[in-house]
């Protein structure tokens, strides 16, 4: 080394400005994962201090007992957030919107028994044409924007009234397209913009009584013995729908959902369910961050407490950006 630079590195870590590593006395000075100053580093996890969630409810003529149960709950479900700090002591900064499982629909059904009966006529097929959310959030009880900050002074009221989004929605369900709707194509358009923030965890509640049927098509017909989706339903498929989630957060880890529906034909005080084939197939798929709880087990407090349990396992693990 050049003398007059060996001489001018000597003066500089006598005087401290030059350093070898994390310092003994002060600690390691390496920026953590919830440096205030930098944020999260490339590839480092930790606990993020900010949730996104999502309510898709089912809207259908089935679901009042259900609603009811989601609002009695709500509002407690908001409570333990509120109360919720991670292992650095910190509050999570979280927002709620809700949507619905319906879309935009039109079809036929075939009104005719799948074996004719003498004397019987062939009837026409029945046109049908049902409005749905199209993954909107729901802007209503005195709302400014499509989502409740947990800051605000009347979110418990605001969230009662919230959980109840009816029952004059669209007969066929799908509530793993609405999701992805809500955090693409709703986003995309501006509808739902502002929603989504970078570094928080995006946690996603699905509450139905029936099973998925995402059906990417229109004008089909439905007749009385084609199962719950029709003949050649053209699906979105589940790894389509984990696939759009990832691209949404930039990551697996940077997600979580919680199914509550029927895990078996069921029935309860709320209602009965059907088997949610195809969102035990999502939970399954989509790895840990995805659990199921079944909609007949009576009260929603334990289905609810059992989400945040999962969002708040993936929040003290969440990755920094890639």
């Not at 809500?182 to 946690?203: H, I, K, M, S, Y």
């Amino acid at each position: 080394m050049n003398p007059n630079l060996t001489m001018l590195a000597s003066g500089l870590m006598s005087l401290g400005l030059v350093g070898c590593g994390p310092s003994v006395t002060g600690g390691d000075i390496t920026p953590g994962p919830n440096d205030p100053e930098t944020g999260p580093l490339p590839g480092d996890t930790g606990p993020c201090t900010r949730m996104d969630l999502v309510f898709v409810i089912d809207d259908s003529g089935s679901m009042g007992e259900e609603q009811e149960n989601l609002r009695d709950n709500f509002a407690s479900f908001a409570a333990l957030l509120q109360d919720y700090r991670n292992p650095e002591g910190e509050a999570v900064d979280f927002r709620i919107a809700v949507t619905t499982t319906g879309r935009d629909i039109n079809f036929f059904v075939d009104p005719n028994p799948p074996f004719p009966i003498p004397g019987l006529p062939p009837q026409p097929l029945m046109p049908m044409n049902e409005d749905g959310d199209n993954g909107a959030f729901r802007k209503k009880c005195g709302m400014s924007q499509r989502w409740i900050d947990g800051n605000a002074a009347n979110m418990s009221d605001t969230l009662e009234c919230l959980a109840e989004v009816g029952t004059n929605g669209p007969s066929i369900e799908m509530p793993l397209m609405m999701s992805t709707w809500a955090l693409q194509e709703r986003v995309a358009d501006g509808t739902n913009a502002g929603f989504l923030r970078d570094d928080a965890l995006l946690g996603i509640v699905m509450l139905t009584d029936e099973n998925d049927c995402s059906r990417t098509d229109n004008g089909f017909t439905l007749g009385g013995d084609d199962g719950e989706c029709g003949e050649d339903a053209q699906l979105q498929t589940v790894p389509q729908t984990i696939a759009k989630l990832d691209e949404v957060k930039q990551g697996r880890g940077r997600w979580a959902a919680a199914v509550i529906a029927g895990l078996s034909d069921c029935s309860s005080d709320f209602g009965n369910a059907v088997e949610a084939t195809r969102l035990k197939d999502f939970a399954a798929e989509a790895g840990d961050n995805v659990i199921t709880h079944s909609i007949c087990d009576g009260s929603l407090t334990e289905a609810l407490e059992a989400a945040l349990d999962t969002f708040t396992e993936a929040c003290e693990v969440f990755p920094g950006p890639s």
